[in-house]
């Protein structure tokens, strides 16, 4: 475990039990997930059990226990691009990455997972790999898509 | 009182009741899932709805509303009938229908609320979720596929057992029970399972063993901690299957897990005698008549204070009782103590010097015709009692207490349900809880104010607690008439504040905040434990906290009390039956020349070879090698004892030393009583046969008949009898009932404590020797399918820190030696251990701790790896 990197995060908080969510996403953000046995410094620096932090920790959808890949899909599967289509380019991602919704390929390089309305509906199905937005992107569209992060 | 209706019956409530509540104190059945009633109103199923007038239109849970004047309330609209009817079905949508293999099955409340409603069919449709059974943990099953989400075991695991263990992961439909990381890292006291509604949280131990109308169930004490928790055996073709608490539900591990003991594959069957140092199986004829000719040989030849008896914490009051008359009637010697000498006793001598000793007027025979195990006296008109009995707190009162200080006590290992009261009394938002210990434990986390203070400086942090609160109430008046205060505060003239930091490592401000929290309580707690008690000057310590109590206390206050942890199940009963040097059943007096040797005088007159060290040794279980400090010097001592006769059911270390060894019974195989750390009277049922084995008071009585004493040991009941007759204090006592029963006059005089360090020595670590809170003595330690599968071994905890500076990570054998001897034990990384202090528990063969300390349970010791 890199403790400096986390001593670095803890040092920002006073310590105490409300700060359990911050804490959290800085460690999201800095390591892409939440690493057990950070977690376990935490539960001892804040005095939050375990239990606790799993509970927050799989509550919120912004905070993930496994390790996320270097590039993260996100699959609209709002109404609009329910409707059009989004479950195909979900089934079809997987398929091509041979990877559940949820999960991360074993090469590190992507994780996929489904999200709701993204708020760009004119443009559905609409995905998302890391900052950029995909729009209309049908399942045609899939393979040049990850080519372009490959 | 309130005035409402319920479907149309008028009932009179008492206030503050809930509807639920209500209706079935009344007879009237509101169907209900996640209500419990050792539990807060959880609120969370909704299937108790009720119409209430006047109210909101829409329907309330009637488990979360109190009554109020003039409400009317129904039950039963076809509404409710329909709202119920389809929370149901979203309930049983997901719900594994598996009750032909689900162990619930013929307890479950889901199977039984579905029939009540007559859901007969769920004709709704959702994603399946995935079943994620947990089959790793020890003792827990988990089917969160047959959870109904209650909520129930995620409260009596928060708020009650203080565990959080598990919690609700996920959210909305897809909230699942679970706790995080697999397996289950808890303190397994299985109380979750027991509270939960279904099956989905099962007792591996009792799985697939039968079901659940298949059992006989008995009412019996608990003999695993000085709790005096009463549970049911359920028991099956002669075998128990499991523990249950239908009350409160809550048991400790060691309760709800402990009983494979009674199966150990080592328990002794029959008695053995020593034949050329090797055991050989004898009967009971033989080994009787064997001891009994011995003793008589030795109490002709050499009188009879050449016979000791120690008696023992884990037998009944009948059993004791009968053993010191078998001692003061039969041979006619007072030479007799028990290993409570080492712990509790200190804390009743410390106790009783400020205090003062028990004194009881006022008390008749009762009139009542004879119940079992009812004590034949009553407190009479003006009954009236003094001395220390009279500031010892029961545990019902302990939420009442407005702050509790614990020092030297880490609450749930010692006695778990001083923990639960705790935790309750951590409910009124007005409780303040102050504790004091060398090392982080479980309470850390609720405490308004933790002091760290150095093992063994406990008295000095007590003076500077002393100091400060003098200084800072010059002209307080103790609540209860108290001489001596003057002589007293002088004794502290030397002590200044910034002395105490340096010495105890607290902080000044500390001490002073502690200081003004004591003085603004209006009924004070003192908790102390065995690791207090257990050190050389425990009985300064006690005598320490005593003054403490006098000085704050609030005597009389429900709640204001002292509660030293009596650690073992009969730890104070077996003083009370008199089993103790210098007193007689029920603290009788006894004149100062006719007292016997207290139990380490005695080890110290074999050492000295002196004329009145024993040539017999009669031990009625404990084993004195494992307790006891100074391993090596003991067992040396031990086996300079020309005739040792040990009553145990396994051959423990001392009962190796022995001449000859009686197997016993133990708890669920007699009848009997014990006296929790509170003074509860709890009461054994034989659920078990003895199969060859015998119960202690048997034994005892046996050998008194060959000896020609009449002991009238005829049965347990009439053995209570006769000592609850010799025991005013006991007037009015009866099963489950905790005494004195009667008003106390408390008053007390100050006495000076010595202001010093209780450990010398100048080794780099402080080791404290400790209680785990999956072991109960060494008794825990037999059963392999019992709770020795949750603590299978002794390992040093140690600061992370010091563990790296000495090369150790977690799981490496380290070395630990003191002046005494040296022994091995695998390292854990505790960040709850303080720099420079390590801590292993008493409870194992191996390693033997004790062989590490001298004369307290505090010793300095170099760790090296290896
Ligand atoms: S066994 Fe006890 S400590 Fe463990 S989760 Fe259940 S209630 Fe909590
Ligand atoms: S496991 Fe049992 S007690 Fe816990 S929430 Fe589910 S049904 Fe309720
Ligand atoms: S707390 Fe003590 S008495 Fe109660 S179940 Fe646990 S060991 Fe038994
Ligand atoms: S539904 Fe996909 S962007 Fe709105
Ligand atoms: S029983 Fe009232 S809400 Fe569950």
Sequence with gaps: MDLPRLEAILSRYEGESWDLIPVLQDIQDAYSYLPKDELQVVSERLNVPMTQIYSVATFFKMFSLLPKGKHQIKVCLGTTCHLRGGGRVVESLSHRLGVEVGYTTKDMQFSLETVGCLGSCAQAPVMMVDDKYFGRSTVDKVPKILKLYK | ?866
């Design chain 2, 1 to 866: 009182m309130v005035n409402l209706t319920i479907d149309g019956r008028a009932i009179q409530a008492p206030k503050g009741k809930t509807i639920l509540e209500v209706a079935d104190a009344n007879g009237i059945f509101i169907p209900r899932l996640c209500y419990h009633p050792a539990l807060k109103p959880i609120g969370a199923c909704r299937i108790c709805v009720v119409e209430v007038k006047p109210g909101p239109p829409r329907p309330i849970p009637a488990c979360a509303t109190p009554v109020t004047e003039g409400m009317e309330v129904n039950t039963t609209s076809e509404r409710l009938q329909q709202i119920r009817d389809e929370l149901m079905k979203l309930v049983l949508i997901n719900h594994a229908m598996e009750c032909p293999i689900c162990d619930k099955g013929g307890e479950c409340e889901l199977q039984d609320l579905t029939h009540a409603l007559a859901v007969e069919k769920v004709d709704l449709e959702a994603v399946k979720l995935a079943p994620n059974p947990d089959y790793e943990s020890l003792f827990v099953e988990r089917h969160p596929d047959r959870c109904v989400t209650c909520g129930r075991c995620v409260h009596i695991c928060r708020d009650h057992v203080g565990a959080m263990g598990i919690n609700f992961m996920q959210r909305g439909y897809f909230t699942e029970l679970g706790s995080g990381a697999l397996p289950l890292d808890c303190e397994f006291c299985g109380s979750c399972i027991d509270i939960c509604p279904v099956g989905a949280l099962i007792n591996k131990l009792w799985k697939y063993r039968a079901r659940a109308w298949e059992v006989e169930k008995t009412e019996t004490a608990c003999p695993f901690c000085g709790g005096g928790c009463t549970y049911e055996l359920h028991t099956r073709d002669g075998r128990i299957l499991r523990v249950r608490n239908e009350e409160s539900i809550l048991l400790c591990s060691r309760g709800r897990f402990g009983f494979p003991v009674v199966e150990a594959p080592d328990r002794l069957k029959t008695p053995l005698i020593k034949e050329n140092s090797n055991f050989r199986e004898a009967t009971w004829d033989e080994a009787l008549d064997l001891v009994a000719a011995k003793f008589k040989e030795i109490a002709e030849s050499a009188g009879p204070n050449a016979i000791y008896g120690v008696g023992s914490a884990r037998a009944t009051n009948e059993a004791n009782y009968l053993f010191q008359k078998f001692f003061r009637q039969g041979l006619g010697s007072n030479q007799l103590d028990n290993p409570g000498r080492y712990t509790y006793i200190q804390a009743l001598r410390g106790l009783a010097a400020v205090f003062g000793a028990p004194q009881v007027s006022g008390v008749e025979a009762a009139t009542t015709p004879p119940q079992p195990y009812q004590s034949p006296l009553t407190p009479g008109e003006g009954a009236q009692g003094s001395g220390f009995p009279f500031v010892l707190g029961h545990f019902e009162d302990l939420p009442k207490a407005d702050l509790a200080l614990v020092l030297g006590a880490d609450v749930t290992p010692e006695m778990p349900p001083l923990g639960w009261k705790l935790l309750r009394a951590l409910d009124n938002e007005n409780f303040r809880l102050v504790l004091a210990n060398p090392r982080g434990t479980k309470f850390d986390r609720y405490a308004h104010l933790s002091l760290r203070y150095k093992p063994g400086t406990e008295r000095i942090l007590l003076a500077g607690l002393f100091k400060a609160f003098l200084a800072a109430n010059p002209d307080w008046t103790p609540a209860v008439s108290a001489k001596g205060l003057e002589d007293f505060k002088e004794s502290f003239k030397k002590v200044t504040l910034k002395d105490v930091a340096a010495k105890t490592g607290v902080d000044e401000t500390l001490i002073q905040e502690t200081a003004a929290l004591l003085a603004q309580a209006q009924a004070p707690a003192i908790i102390c434990g065995t690791e207090l008690l257990a050190q050389d000057k425990g009985e300064q310590n006690a005598l320490a906290l005593a003054d403490l109590f006098l000085l704050i206390g609030k005597p009389g206050t429900p709640g204001s009390a002292l509660y030293p942890v009596a650690e073992k199940n009969n730890t104070r009963g077996v003083c009370e039956a008199g089993v103790m040097a210098e007193h007689l059943p029920g603290y009788g007096h006894l004149e100062k020349a006719a007292r016997g040797l207290p139990l380490p005088e005695m080890l110290d007159k074999l050492e000295a070879k002196d004329e009145a060290a024993p040539q017999a040794l009669y031990l009625l279980g404990g084993d004195l090698l494992r307790m006891v400090p100074h391993r090596s010097r003991t067992e040396k001592l031990l086996k300079k004892v020309p005739f040792l006769v040990v009553q145990d059911a396994f051959l423990t270390d001392t009962a190796k030393l022995a001449q000859v060894v009686l197997p016993v019974a133990v708890h669920a195989e007699q009848e009997g009583t014990f006296i929790s750390s509170d003074g509860t009277l709890g009461v054994l049922a034989q659920a078990l046969s003895t199969n060859g084995v015998r119960p202690d008071w048997q034994i005892i009585g046996q050998l008194g008949e060959r000896l020609g004493y009449k002991l009238g040991a005829s049965h347990p009941k009439q053995i209570f009898r006769e000592l609850a007759k010799t025991s005013p204090l006991w007037a009015g006592l009866g099963p489950k009932g905790s005494y004195p029963l009667m008003p106390g006059e408390v008053t007390g005089t100050f006495v000076p404590f010595e202001v010093d360090l209780s450990l010398p020595g100048r080794r780099p670590y402080t080791l404290i020797v400790g209680k785990a809170l999956n072991h109960s003595g060494s008794f825990t330690t037999h059963g392999p399918e019992g709770t020795l599968k949750v603590t299978p071994r002794a390992e040093m905890l140690i600061n992370p820190d010091d563990a790296k500076n000495l090369g150790l990570t977690d799981g490496d054998p380290a070395k630990i030696t003191s002046s005494q001897g040296e022994i091995s034990a695998p390292v854990v990384l505790a960040p709850e251990m303080p720099p420079g202090v390590v801590f292993l528990p008493e409870h194992f063969a191996a390693p033997p701790v004790h062989l590490l300390t001298l004369n307290s349970n505090l010793v300095r010791v170099t760790i090296q790896k290896g």
